[in-house]
């Protein structure tokens, strides 16, 4: 009773010197008080402290998503009590700090004290945006002297860690601009969907030496930062993938994503109407992804004729120029140019953001304007062809089940193995009409589904007999194979020039 007595009378006399304090000394001098007494905390403190917030005004900030993500590694070692998380488009969860947790870690030898705090947000100043309720943020402490050692290193290493693990948690993304270059509410052109495909190298019929080629340009573009940098390079590559429909370019590209674990964003050209429209669409891309645009002969076409009407004499160089001297004026107005497909991948603009790979595919590489296609801007021209006795080996592998010992001479499939491997090319049957005729029959014996196929196969160079091209289609195949090969000798050329790595895949053919 006594102990309650004295407390009281302790707490009156606080209060007592407390209101003094407050009617004697005005809120600016507490003000200054504080202030001084932090300043000399400061001077004589070993550490220096770093205030990372959730928000930076209006906008979120960052870096506080990559602390967070970074954290969230050993954060489930070290903590008792965690946040857990799952992101949106994500199939991982992520572990948090709770408010006023801390953790501790280390970087070249220095220690750095991370603390999470979170408090109610005092009272809704305006804003356009809705700001969250509480506030949340990261406090960073480090010795004065690690300072200079290990800022602003530690921090690039924080977001590098953080994008590879955001990249490693989520599930990769589709994107398309169906609402052409116009933005939604987030200021945002690209609409996404999670990206699903299952096809891979392994799956892919094509000759595998063919292949090898393909997947060691594609892990050495990915692993190139530094060989880019140092020769002053944007990080990019730009692959043309050009054949009959059927015969696996989009299935490539499939392939392409899931080995190097990129986004892809499919382009729709057709609904892009101006050069600034595509420019944004560009800017809104991240890194680590493929950029796509399908049928490029189809859309384009429109786009030359303008142009060569704008310019009679224009040759593919003159073409490099918005039509009518502006992009927004005149003949070349609601439209995309050539020029501003050029400045897409190649330009300045084509140089926001890294780690970037263009594809454009084509049925008709004949088509295309030379200066799309010229070396260097396309850096790797890829024929998919119909389908050859290497490429079917994959499919019967993995549709019908067959081994690497079945297609040897020695066993007893031999002979069925020879006749494929006698009639497949002149058949010309592109490994999509191949691919269905093993799906028809996967629940045969593997024997029988691939005499079937045979028989197909048959038929078909019976058909291509009996059926004689008209002049017309002769000329067109004619057209065709000289392109391929003019295709084929300027690279042959280019190889011969140069045998630096550099310059090794520029418009190099496989
Ligand atoms: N090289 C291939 N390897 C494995 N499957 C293939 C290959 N080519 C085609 N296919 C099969 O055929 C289907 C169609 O292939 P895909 O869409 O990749 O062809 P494409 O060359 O892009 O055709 P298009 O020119 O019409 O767009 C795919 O679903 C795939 O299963
Ligand atoms: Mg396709």
Request: aromatic share 8%.
């Amino acid at each position: 009773m006594e102990f309650w007595t004295s407390l009281a009378s302790l707490m009156g006399v606080f209060a007592f010197f407390q209101s003094i304090l407050h009617a004697v000394f005005p809120l600016e001098l507490r003000f200054a008080a504080v202030k001084i007494f932090h300043r000399v905390f400061c001077c004589f403190s070993t550490y220096c402290y770093f205030d990372i917030t959730e928000m930076d005004g209006v906008n979120t900030n960052e870096l506080y998503h990559a602390v967070q993500l970074y954290l969230s590694r050993s954060a489930s070692i070290a903590a008792s009590r965690l946040s857990l998380s799952r992101g949106l488009n994500s199939s991982a969860f992520t572990f948090g700090l709770t408010n006023n947790d801390r953790l501790v870690d280390t970087f070249r030898g220095a220690i750095a004290t991370w603390e999470h705090a979170v408090t109610q947000r005092q009272s809704q100043s305006f804003s356009w945006r809705p700001l969250p309720e509480e506030k949340r943020s990261f406090t960073l402490r480090i010795k004065k002297k690690d300072k200079a050692i290990i800022l602003p290193a530690y921090l690039d290493h924080i977001m590098e860690t953080a994008n590879e693990l955001r990249r490693r948690n989520q599930d990769r993304l589709l994107y398309t601009n169906s609402r052409g270059g116009s933005m939604e509410s987030r200021g945002f052109p690209w609409e996404s969907v999670p990206f699903k495909h299952p096809s891979t190298f392994e799956t892919l019929a094509m000759d595998p030496s063919r292949k090898e080629l393909i997947m060691a340009d594609l892990t050495d573009f990915a692993e190139g930062k530094t060989f880019y940098e140092k020769r002053g390079r944007a990080w990019k590559r730009g692959y043309l993938l050009y054949g009959p429909p059927g015969t696996g370019k989009s299935s490539m590209i499939a392939a392409m994503a899931n080995y190097l674990g990129y986004d892809i964003y499919d382009l729709e050209l057709t609904e892009v109407h101006t050069n600034s429209e595509l420019r944004k669409l560009l800017m809104k891309t991240t890194s680590k992804s493929i950029i796509v645009i399908e049928d490029i002969d189809c859309s384009l076409n429109l786009t030359n004729r303008i142009s060569k009407k704008a310019s009679p004499s224009a040759d593919a160089s003159s073409d490099l120029r918005p039509v009518g001297g502006s992009e927004d004026g005149g003949a070349g107005a609601k439209t995309i140019t050539l020029s501003g497909l050029l400045n897409f991948t190649d330009g300045l603009w084509s140089c926001c953001g890294s780690e970037r790979i263009f594809v454009f595919t084509t049925n008709h590489i004949e088509k295309l304007d030379p200066a799309l296609v010229r070396s260097g801007r396309m850096d790797m021209h890829i024929h998919m062809s119909h389908c050859s006795f290497p490429a079917l080996k994959i499919l019967m592998t993995n549709y019908l089940g067959f081994d690497d010992r079945e297609f040897d001479d020695k066993t007893e499939t031999s002979d069925l193995m020879r006749e494929l491997a006698d009639v497949i090319d002149d058949a010309e049957m592109t490994p999509a009409d191949v691919s269905e005729v093993l799906i028809k029959n996967r629940r045969r014996e593997k024997e029988a589904a691939a005499g079937e196929l045979l028989d197909v196969l048959k038929e078909r160079v019976e058909k291509r007999k009996k059926k004689k091209p008209t002049g017309e289609e002769m000329e067109e195949e004619e057209q065709e194979k000289r392109a391929l090969e003019s295709t084929s000798s300027e690279s042959d050329q280019m190889m011969d020039s140069c045998d630096g790595k550099e310059d090794k895949g520029e418009g190099e053919q496989v």
